[in-house]
């Protein structure tokens, strides 16, 4: 099911990748949001018919996407947020052997001795 799942998505992403409009004006252009809409539009009704054709009520399907859209913006404003406060901040995790050493540890069996 995971592996249907995962064929579908990269059909999906394929599909859009060819069916959505490149931007193609600079991102402080005042316009820019409106080319965006025009360029997924198509997209967005395809989805939206979709989902119809398959069962979903129109009010379902628009009550989904507009769910998903709210979701995916507050996701970016998060991860923004995280970006900006963790700048420049890494935390290094501790090697568990190094790959030089002759006497890595084994799996399942424990070392004895200091």
């Known amino acids: 099911m995971d592996i249907e799942r995962r064929?579908?998505?990269g059909l999906a992403a394929a599909l859009a990748l060819s069916?959505?409009?490149i931007a193609f004006r600079p991102t402080?252009?005042?316009d820019r949001h409106?080319?965006?809409e025009e360029a997924i539009e198509g997209m967005f009704q395809a989805v939206a018919a979709t989902a119809e054709t398959v069962g979903w009520t129109r009010h379902e399907t628009a009550a989904t996407l507009i769910s998903l859209a709210e979701n995916h913006?507050?996701?970016i404003a998060v991860n923004d947020a995280i970006a900006e406060f963790g700048a420049g901040v890494f935390l290094k995790a501790?090697?568990?052997?190094r790959?030089?050493?002759?006497?890595?540890?084994r799996a399942g069996r424990r070392r004895r001795g200091p």
């Open 73 to 75: 913006a507050l996701a």
């Open 94 to 97: 501790p090697k568990l052997y």
């Open 28 to 30: 402080t252009h005042p």
């Open 7 to 9: 064929t579908w998505r």
């Open 34 to 36: 409106l080319d965006c």
């Open 99 to 105: 790959p030089h050493d002759a006497k890595r540890p």
């Open 19 to 21: 069916l959505i409009g």
